[in-house]
């Protein structure tokens, strides 16, 4: 077997439950890349790791739009992550898709009955990265997923500041009939949640188009 990070052959033993049950495994060097979150301890707005209160941010929120995401991160946005996520999304290193695929397919079993919505990129930036990163971590997994929202194109995230990205305006649209939204429970999927900002955009469009529940999930926090 391949590391599915770095796809060097894995070099170690598998125990028999490696071999079988998981699509993902990583060599010992990219496992530093991934720290897992507590999922017992977060913040239950934002998933912000090591705290068992709703934290000021998510406080705030929840006084400006009136709700909060319930989001759930996997992994702990720290050193590691950073490397992997600019080897993935910044230099485009496609292989890197499957790192945590095991982990992801594990979390998005917690959501049944959920649409597993991908957040979009515009289709400039669709164009000039070549893939989605999220949407190619999920087909990784091997989980279901759908596009219902469509992204207009703006300054990248990346570079701004969070008191500009607090100010971005809706950047998002819905790209199927409203029935198919009205009633349903969604699932936003990011790669890392920062300020919020994108998925409170996404959860609110569809709030406005009926739907009951939007949560979100992110790979790092
Ligand atoms: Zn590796
Ligand atoms: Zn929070």
């Not at 945590?100 to 998005?108: H, P």
């Not at 949640?193 to 529940?213: D, I, P, Q, S, W």
Request: glycine residues 4%.
């Amino acid at each position: 077997m391949r590391c599915s990070c770095c796809q060097e052959v894995l070099i170690r033993n598998l125990t028999l439950r490696e071999l079988f049950f998981a699509s993902s495994l990583r060599c010992l060097r990219c496992e530093k890349y991934f720290t897992q979150i507590d999922l017992a301890r977060i913040c239950s707005g934002c998933g912000r790791p090591n705290t068992a209160k709703r934290c000021q941010e998510c406080q705030q929120w929840e006084k400006e739009v009136g709700f909060v995401l319930n989001n759930q991160a996997l992994f702990s946005y720290n050193e590691g992550f950073k490397e992997w996520i600019t080897a993935y999304k910044f230099k485009g290193d496609y292989r890197l898709a499957g790192a945590f695929a095991t982990e992801l397919k594990r979390q998005l079993q917690t959501y049944p009955q959920y649409i597993i919505c991908p957040m979009p990129l515009s289709s400039e930036r669709f164009k000039s990265r070549g893939f989605n990163q999220v949407s190619s971590c999920l087909a990784s997994s091997g989980c279901a997923y759908q596009l219902i929202l469509n992204r207009k194109e703006t300054a990248p995230q990346s570079e701004k500041t969070r008191s500009e990205r607090l100010k971005m305006p809706q950047p998002f649209s819905l790209n199927q009939p409203i029935e198919k939204i009205r009633n349903q429970k969604v699932l936003l999927v990011d790669d890392v949640y920062t300020t919020g900002r994108t998925l409170f955009h996404g959860a609110e469009l569809l709030y406005k188009n009926g739907a009951k529940v939007v949560n979100s999930l992110t790979f790092a926090r």
